[in-house]
């Protein structure tokens, strides 16, 4: 089954705080060091101890480029300090596609767990814990929301999701039923679930740009679901139905896209991106859209959604880029082999 990458729109982002961290390989630090010195950015002070390699690498860099540095960008000193937190903590970074311009692919200005602005700290999660820093599995959040998600994946959070909205507790760690709803949705992307499973899950949360999505069922329900975002979307609906087999699938896309209609009268008064796109996600909270839609995702197999994925991406019919990766290089440079860590020197 191969991989696929869904892409959204390019947003602003702030700076990630560095955290405290211990000793790591000091090859790496030398070149991180090097590299702060190359954007005339001072490193950490937590680093700036005589036997750091981080501040050997800082310094002789200084005397190699003096003031003949480069302008760092805000995405620039976010790289620079998220290279540092994971050479800190020992966890592979994968730096040939997680580079300064990726960061600001996947920057937003909103939290995508909490829906609110990110004006302060920001976090870049690795959505899949047991996986490094590595294109698509990251994803921005505020640092709250990321410290509430800490290693949950999505059994977990899924778990966490529904003790919250059954139990006498009606937040844990800060977050309550829908933030957890939407942890478990963004931890289920990159998570290879059986087609029947991920069918069953509503989309709580588009996925964020850049992330992988690792099952073909859920880019086709986001994929259908944003095209409720911008003009136009009938006729590409339309165009979507023609391309399924049968006219048993083609009737009950039709009765989804029916209990889905209702939500497209207030998405069509809104004007601002993010409004937009959380009245889709909150369409999903819906028990008839749901419904519906679970009985056509199910009438489909996990290659038949991919096919369908492709073909309208093909005909121009996604809103968003979609990019497919095969199954042997989705996960490349995720050192899921080490659980996320990086290979020792």
């Not at 540092?84 to 920057?107: C, K, M």
């Not at 590595?134 to 505020?142: C, D, K, Q, V, Y």
């Not at 975002?229 to 039709?254: K, Q, V």
Request: aromatic residues 8%; charged residues 20%.
């Amino acid at each position: 089954m191969a991989q696929i990458a869904e892409a959204s729109a390019q947003m602003e982002l702030g700076i990630l705080p560095v955290e405290e961290a211990t000793p790591a390989n000091a090859s790496l630090g030398f070149e991180l060091g090097w590299d702060f010195a190359h954007h005339g950015v001072a490193p950490p002070v937590t680093h700036l101890y005589a036997q750091s390699p981080l501040l050997q690498g800082w310094q002789a860099g200084s005397a190699t480029f003096g003031r003949r540095t480069l302008k760092p960008s805000r995405h620039t000193q976010l790289w620079l300090q998220l290279r540092t937190h994971a050479w800190a903590r020992g966890r592979s970074f994968e730096d040939v596609q997680v580079t300064p311009n990726y960061l600001q692919q996947i920057a937003v200005d909103y939290c995508p767990i909490l829906r609110q602005p990110l004006l302060g700290q920001v976090s870049i999660d690795r959505v899949r814990n047991d996986a490094g820093y590595a294109a698509g599995n990251l994803a921005m959040m505020s640092a709250g929301a990321n410290a509430a998600k800490a290693a949950h994946g999505w059994a977990e959070a899924n778990e966490i999701a529904r003790s919250v909205s059954d139990g006498p507790f009606k937040r844990i760690a800060g977050l309550g039923p829908a933030e957890w709803q939407r942890v478990a949705v963004l931890c289920s992307f990159v998570t290879e679930l059986s087609h029947e499973e991920a069918a069953m899950i509503p989309l709580h949360l588009l996925p964020p740009n850049r992330l992988r999505l690792f099952n073909p069922i859920q880019a086709l329900q986001a994929l259908v679901t944003r095209q409720l975002a911008t003009p136009g979307w009938s006729a590409r609906l339309a165009r979507i139905e023609a391309l399924l087999p049968g006219d048993a699938l083609r009737t009950d896309f039709n009765r989804f896209l029916m209990a889905l209609a209702p939500r497209v009268l207030r998405v069509a008064a809104l004007t601002d991106a993010q409004d937009i796109r959380w009245a889709l996600e909150d369409a999903w909270s819906d028990a008839l859209v749901q419904k519906r839609w679970v009985r056509f995702a199910l009438q489909l197999n996990a290659a038949q959604a991919e096919k369908l994925v492709q073909r309208a991406a093909a005909k121009r019919l996604s809103t968003v880029h979609v990019q497919r990766h095969p199954r042997l290089t989705a996960t490349e440079g995720w050192a899921l082999e080490r659980g996320g860590y990086r290979a020792a020197a």
